[in-house]
């Protein structure tokens, strides 16, 4: 049902899509989560076929620009430069350029654009944190849909998630406007 429900929405979103079938992030990612990463885990390991949500990230914006990235590049995505573990918080509360991911890379790259929450689009990236059990967890995927709940405008994601353990759309909604999250969104500009 939910392959079902993804080949359904990649339909029409080439029927509305100015990108061309072979750039648009949404129909790359779903692609790699067919192919390259059909049967993984949720995890960090790739040697044990695992791929987490900057990873599979990664993989995205490799195959979009059709080359390996740079050890910087890759370092944007994966959030690896924040120095200690301990100074996130700050760097979050801060909107630092480093927790960013997905967004700094791109736009360091010269092929992001950053854009509003009531600008997003299927095919749009987002980097977010928000706050759970006084502790901020960070997520990056591929936006799949946006809904508006009551002003709060909402986005059904696809990537790499560990409540599925493994690719696919999430089973929650990230509010994009909402003030309890960090929200970093980025278009990819070929």
């Known amino acids: 049902m939910l392959r079902r ?3 359904c929405a990649i339909v029409l979103l080439l029927s509305c899509s100015v990108y061309a079938a072979n750039e648009h992030p949404l129909l790359v990612g779903v692609r790699l989560a067919e192919t390259r990463f059909k049967d ?3 995890g960090h390991r790739e040697y044990r076929q695992q791929v987490n949500c900057v990873q599979f990230m990664v993989a995205v914006v490799e195959e979009l620009l059709q080359r390996e990235l740079t050890e910087d590049e890759r ?3 994966l959030i690896k430069k ?3 573990r301990r100074q996130l918080r700050r760097l979050i509360v801060h909107n630092d350029i480093r927790i960013r991911g997905i967004q700094t890379a791109l736009v360091q790259m010269r092929k992001g ?3 509003k929450p009531s600008e997003a689009k299927p095919g749009d990236f987002v980097q977010y944190w928000r706050l759970k059990n006084g502790r901020w967890v960070g997520h ?3 936006i ?3 809904m508006n709940r009551n002003g709060m405008l909402c986005a059904l994601v696809f990537g790499s998630h560990q409540s599925l353990g493994g690719v696919g759309i999430g089973n929650f909604e990230v509010g994009l406007n909402d003030p309890q999250t960090k929200t970093y969104l980025v278009r990819f500009k070929s």
Do not use: N, S, T
Request: glycine share 4%; net charge positive; hydrophobic share 60%.
């Open 5 to 7: 429900f993804v080949r």
């Open 40 to 42: 993984w885990r949720y």
């Open 75 to 77: 370092d944007a995505i």
């Open 82 to 84: 924040i120095g200690r």
């Open 113 to 115: 654009q950053i854009i």
């Open 140 to 142: 990056a995927a591929i």
């Open 144 to 146: 799949l849909e946006i």
